[in-house]
């Protein structure tokens, strides 16, 4: 596609459940990121992924969180025994690779997931 | 840790008038710089980026200052429109590594 697509757009889940998020990247990019947002909050780095290296996973909060991603293409974000501090929007985001430079219009986002814990 | 943050939370500006957005970092490695636009519902979006080797940079109606000396970064709008109304992040991006730092974020607000 054109963009970053992400989904569900809106997930509402009751606490102790399991949920995945999906991200679908630009096409060609190898970089994958995911972000957490908080209402009225910063963005928050969660994980990143780039080609077949090793994830960069410094930025998941706790062992119920994990990500894959499928090659260069199609990212999951799994959330284990939700909590109600989990909600929150989860962001993807796509960029070309390492090494970034003018003109590369750092990351390409999507959308979002807003997760809602209940 | 490290961080990039912002002098003024929120912001607002009567249309027409020009905006300044500041942010301020304190990763002095860092050789790229960033300024998305958040609008309500939707992911940040790229406005215009800077290297560290610049200190201006110039866009439609945005213009980037980097200041290395203390450390700061300031988003200029001219002539502040409605649709300018949005959350704005600074990023920095240290080393040349695709893994960026965000600012808590300014909002702005345009008074028509």
């Known amino acids: 596609g054109a963009g970053v697509s992400q989904s569900p757009s809106n997930k509402v889940t009751e606490k102790g459940k399991d949920v995945e998020l999906r991200c679908d990247p630009i096409?060609?990019?190898?970089?994958l990121y995911w972000y957490r947002q908080s209402l009225g909050q910063g963005l928050e780095f969660l994980i990143y992924?780039?080609?077949?290296?090793?994830?960069?996973k410094s930025g998941l909060p706790s062992d119920r969180f994990s990500a894959e991603r499928t090659g260069e293409s199609v990212s999951t974000l799994t959330i284990q025994r939700t909590q109600q501090e989990d909600s929150a929007v989860y962001l993807c985001a796509s960029s070309p690779g390492q090494g970034m430079r003018i003109g590369d219009y750092g990351y390409t986002f999507g959308s979002g997931t807003r997760l809602t814990v209940v | 840790g490290e961080s990039v943050g912002l002098h003024l939370p929120t912001l607002s500006v009567q249309e027409g008038d020009n905006s300044i957005i500041n942010c301020a970092y304190s990763n002095s490695a860092s050789d790229y710089f960033i300024w998305y636009k958040q609008e309500s519902g939707k992911g940040p979006q790229f406005i215009i980026d800077?290297?560290?080797?610049?200190d201006k940079r110039q866009g439609q109606r945005v213009t980037v200052l980097l200041n290395k000396t203390v450390k700061h970064l300031s988003l200029q709008i001219a002539a502040t429109q409605p649709g300018d109304s949005a959350v704005y992040f600074c990023?920095?991006?240290?080393?040349?590594?695709?893994?960026?730092?965000f600012g808590p974020g300014t909002s702005l607000s345009v008074i028509p």
């Open positions: 990023a920095e991006n240290p080393h040349s590594y695709d893994k960026v730092i």
């Open positions: 800077i290297r560290s080797n610049m």
């Open positions: 096409s060609g990019h190898t970089a």
């Open positions: 992924f780039q080609g077949n290296s090793a994830p960069d």
